[in-house]
Nanobody, 121 residues
Framework: QVQLVESGGGLVQPGGSLRLSCAAS????????MNWYRQAAGKQREWVAS???????TYVGSIKGRFTISRDNTNNTMYLQMNSLKPEDTAVYSC???????????????WGQGTQVTVSS
């Protein structure tokens, strides 16, 4: 099996920073794209950022210049550095990854459980 576990969420004041982590574990052969999503209360889930295995990054417009996605392919871990946080960034942040398991030729998407980020004074 494959598991994704997020960590690093919490309560932060406006203008503050947080660093989220997403660790993938299990019988992993390789990981293609890794992604961050967020879902605010009462709203639909929103894609935030993606990073390819070759470290190409893409971002939703609302967080460009404030958030940075990165990954450590050796440890199958992805990060989201969030700076200049705003109250509207408050949401549950979840990660997903396209994973090829050992012994398989297919890539399958897996999701983590999410971590709460609250930006409030």
């Amino acid at each position: 099996q494959v598991q994704l576990v997020e960590s690093g969420g919490g309560l932060v004041q406006p203008g503050g920073s947080l660093r989220l982590s997403c660790a993938a574990s299990g019988n992993i052969f390789s990981i293609a794209n890794m992604n961050w999503y967020r879902q605010a209360a009462g709203k639909q889930r929103e894609w935030v950022a993606s990073i390819s295995s070759g470290l190409i990054t893409t971002y939703v417009g609302s967080i460009k210049g404030r958030f940075t996605i990165s990954r450590d392919n050796t440890n199958n871990t992805m990060y989201l550095q969030m700076n200049s946080l705003k109250p509207e960034d408050t949401a549950v942040y979840s990660c997903s990854a396209s994973v090829r398991r050992i012994g398989s030729s297919r890539y399958v998407s897996y999701w983590g459980q999410g971590t709460q980020v609250t930006v409030s004074s």
